[in-house]
């Protein structure tokens, strides 16, 4: 009698998630319906849960909720398959909720994401793997750093916490470019890390006290940048140590 029991409660809890699953699943439900089934499935960790919650990634108004789920449930696999997707919000869903997690088997795949062509997702995964606060992912963020781009000076940026050599080299290499956010920032690490050798390529920055714009670096408008302000801001910091 209480082996059948506990058949039938089994049997029925069974049947209340599949039929939390269908809501979730249902496109035509309101987008309070979908997420109040995608809470209601919270402390189920099953491999059918978690297929779901991958699935419906694909959908806007429940992006957030199941991403956050395949975390907590510490859905590896699931969140490794969300970054082969054509769409850049279910990467960036993704790789946020990596980064919280910080899996060290997700490194190597957040580390690819990074050299992404959609800028928002490269970027997003820099931030992701400096949330490991860990020394191993510093040979990733310098190899982002050195190919480029937004997501190549957020890595520097964010290498920069390791105090390591690699970084300052990487730092004089972006002096010689045109990308002013870039190049404050690798003045700004100059500063902290740089030796009185970077002094010679620091000067004449600093000798153009010149706001320059700009627009169109970055999401959304940024302030002017005064180059010659941040040089002989490290120039001070460099002639201190």
Do not use: W
Not at 18 to 38: F, H, M, P, Y
């Amino acid at each position: 009698m209480k082996y059948a029991l506990i058949l039938l409660v089994t049997g029925l809890a069974q049947a209340g998630v599949e039929e939390t699953v269908g809501r979730l699943l249902d496109a035509n439900l309101t987008s309070a319906q979908r997420n109040d089934a995608c809470f209601a499935l919270k402390d189920d960790r099953s491999p059918e849960v978690n297929t779901a919650m991958r699935r419906v990634m694909s959908s806007e108004i429940v992006r957030a909720c199941a991403a956050r789920h395949l975390r907590e449930a510490g859905a590896i696999e699931e969140l490794k398959d969300a970054l082969t997707e054509e769409d850049a919000d279910i990467k960036v869903a993704a790789l946020r909720e990596m980064g919280i997690l910080r899996h060290p088997d997700l490194v190597e795949v957040i580390a690819k994401a990074g050299f992404d062509l959609n800028a928002l997702v490269a970027t997003n995964a820099v931030d992701a793997l400096a949330q490991y606060n860990d020394r191993r992912v510093l040979p990733h963020l310098i190899a982002i750093a050195k190919a480029g781009k937004m997501a190549g000076f957020t890595a520097l940026a964010r290498a920069a916490v390791f105090v390591d050599p690699s970084v300052v080299k990487v730092a004089r290499q972006y002096l010689s470019g045109d990308d002013v956010a870039a190049q404050v920032i690798a003045i700004r690490v100059l500063g902290d890390l740089g030796d009185k050798s970077d002094l010679p390529r620091l000067r004449p920055i600093a000798l153009h006290a010149e706001a320059l714009p700009s627009q169109g670096r970055g999401f959304g408008m940024m302030p002017s940048i005064d180059l010659g302000k941040v040089a002989k801001n490290a120039i001070r910091q460099i002639e201190a140590r």
